[in-house]
């Protein structure tokens, strides 16, 4: 385990249901970032939370959904996806500094 | 703005040989330059970084990466390959000009043959 725990592990849902993916860290970091990993495509940086407030968000589609309600956790909350958006979705997170990013395992999505 | 390119997808290489996989970067002020790994079904690992200091950085597995500051790489090697070591590699890179975010290259798959 790398301290970084995502949940679930697996998800399949269809077009017109809501779920949420959670990540946790309990490494003192204060900064989180979600990844999306698809097949054949580089990572896509989609949002980053640094002490909680939202600094980025890289023209992502309302449809996905962020919140950090604290420094160690952090969500995304999905509604009408499409099937494109199957994928890895990866939490990582990261101190202050140089000291690169420590991930999570992952969430697969599969959207029907 | 920063960038990181990864020009081999993949990467085979026989049991025992040195492997190298390559990365190359773009970046206006200095980098800080990392490298991950990725096994199946799971999220990123740390393997080394270079912030400053020696160019020939030592990381886990027996993996080192060497700085070359004039032709703008950060090459990943291991003296002598293991099939253990078949998994996706990432290279990273931040610029110290631009903000706190790192940018990941499209990653190369190596291929340890028995």
């Known amino acids: 385990e790398t301290g970084v725990t995502q949940t679930p592990r697996h998800l399949v849902m269809g077009m017109t249901n809501k779920k949420s993916l959670k990540c946790e860290q309990h490494l003192g970091h204060n900064a989180m970032y979600w990844y999306k990993q698809s097949a054949k495509k580089p990572l896509e940086l989609m949002f980053v939370y640094s002490l909680e407030e939202r600094v980025e968000n890289n023209s992502v589609p309302s449809r996905f959904s962020p919140e950090c309600p604290n420094s160690s956790h952090l969500f995304l909350h999905l509604h009408t996806l499409q099937p494109e958006d199957s994928a890895l979705y990866l939490c990582?997170?990261?101190?202050?500094?140089?000291?690169?990013?420590?991930f999570g395992s992952g969430t697969r999505l599969t959207v029907v | 703005a920063q960038s990181v390119a990864q020009p081999e997808d993949q990467v085979n290489v026989a049991e025992g040989n040195p492997l190298t996989v390559k990365c190359t970067y773009s970046v206006s002020g200095n980098p800080y330059l990392f490298w991950y790994v990725q096994y199946p079904n799971r999220g990123l690992q740390f393997l080394l970084k270079?912030?400053?200091?020696?160019?020939l950085v030592k990381g886990s597995y027996g993996f080192e990466a060497e700085f070359n500051k004039s032709q703008t790489s950060f090459h990943l090697k291991k003296p002598s390959a293991l099939v253990s070591d078949s998994a996706l590699y990432f290279c990273a890179v931040r610029d110290t000009n631009y903000g706190q975010n790192f940018v990941f290259g499209p990653g190369t798959r190596l291929s340890v043959l028995p």
């Open positions: 990582a997170s990261s101190p202050t500094g140089n000291y690169g990013y420590t």
């Open positions: 270079y912030i400053t200091g020696d160019n």
